[in-house]
């Protein structure tokens, strides 16, 4: 019983460094701000041609 709960504990632990991972792997600081994504945006509704 005792290994069934660690081998489902490692696959949590695996799970949320996946998804930690994917995440923040290309930020250096984490999310983007919110005045950032509002620029996204705005510059994306105007097309330069």
Known sequence: MGLILLEALLALVIIVLIVWWT???????????????????????????
Do not use: A, V, Y
Not at 26 to 49: A, C, M
């Open 23 to 49: 995440m923040f792997s290309g930020r250096k600081k984490g999310e983007l701000s919110q005045e950032f994504s509002k620029n996204q945006t705005s510059d994306n509704d105007h097309p330069s041609s």
